[in-house]
């Protein structure tokens, strides 16, 4: 199973990468890390004096295109590590083993802190990100600190048949399939909200997307299993802050925010936003983030 449907889109997809790293806006160092599902890509910015960040990016993108708004103003206060999703349009590459049996999280999200030499980490993600933040905060919660999940929902079984699942498969149909540049223009306006010109008037952010539609092979992250966490509230009521935009098609359903309230789970709506949270809302999610988890880092 390839990640890209041929070699030139590889190439395409690597060349426009570097291009959004250098518009991260800070000194970024890149790496590979060697796990048992293949090769992990990182990639660190902030001084590594700093508290520990650990992001992860979406299943249709990579950390390049993901923190290309955040990543300057989170390494004021964290040393960050993005990691490429092994499966995922970015640079890390799985190997046979992925491709035979799948990704076992746990064991991948071990390897990942025993290999960055992670005691200890805040994590946050966004869309499936924020579902891999949560995974890992459930399987290891001795070395998670805390989490912010964006763009995604806590996976817990009290939240099961909440939203449509059916309008989260259909909401990317059919300009996905025909990703010409109006198309993929017309996708952006319908995942966005008020700021679409986050991702629109950005001509490199908008070329690189319109490169993965096209040269992503979607199934190659089929590996990954996708399932409620069989955990109870509280560990996320102690250690989890949501962000998530009412004009999400994705993440959002009317009623969200008072189910978790109900629930004692932090959440926070933010108006007029979409799926893409943190590109909309950068400066805004930026500050959350780092308040959250600055608040748990020196108990302010």
Not at 88 to 98: A, C, D, H, V
Not at 124 to 148: C, E, H, N, Y
Not at 168 to 177: C, G, K, Q, Y
Request: glycine share 10%; aromatic share 8%; hydrophobic share 40%.
């Amino acid at each position: 199973m390839k990640v890209f449907k041929s070699e030139a889109g590889r190439q395409q997809v690597w060349e426009s990468y570097d291009e959004l790293v250098k518009q991260w806006g800070v000194a970024v160092e890149e790496s590979d890390l060697e796990t048992s599902f293949g090769s992990t890509h990182i990639l660190r910015a902030g001084s590594p004096d700093l508290p520990p960040l650990l992001l992860f990016h979406g299943v249709g993108d990579n950390s390049a295109l993901m923190w290309v708004y955040n990543a300057r103003g989170l390494a004021e206060h964290f040393h960050l590590i993005a990691v490429d999703t092994i499966g995922g349009p970015g640079k890390s590459l799985p190997n046979e083993r992925y491709r035979r049996q799948g990704m076992d999280h746990k064991l991948w999200f071990g390897e990942l802190l025993d290999g960055l030499g992670l005691e200890q980490t805040c994590v946050a993600g966004v869309s499936m990100g924020s579902f891999l933040a949560q995974t890992i905060l459930t399987a290891w919660p001795d070395r998670i600190k805390a989490i912010v999940g964006m763009a995604g929902l806590p996976a817990l079984p009290s939240l099961k048949g909440k939203g449509s699942p059916l309008r989260s498969m259909t909401v990317f149909l059919p300009e996905a399939l025909f990703p010409t540049e109006k198309n993929i223009r017309k996708l952006l306006l319908k995942l966005s909200g008020a700021n679409a010109a986050a991702f629109t008037e950005n001509e490199l952010l908008l070329r690189h997307y319109g490169q993965l539609l096209r040269h992503f092979n979607k199934m190659a992250m089929s590996k990954h299993p996708i399932k409620r966490l069989a955990s109870s509230e509280s560990i996320f009521q102690e250690k989890s802050l949501f962000l998530v935009g009412d004009k999400d098609p994705i993440a959002y359903f009317p009623g969200c925010g008072p189910i978790l309230e109900k629930l004692r789970i932090p959440c926070e709506i933010f108006p007029d936003t979409g799926h893409g949270i943190n590109h909309e809302q950068a400066e805004r999610v930026n500050q959350r983030v780092i308040g959250f988890f600055c608040d748990i880092l020196y108990q302010k």
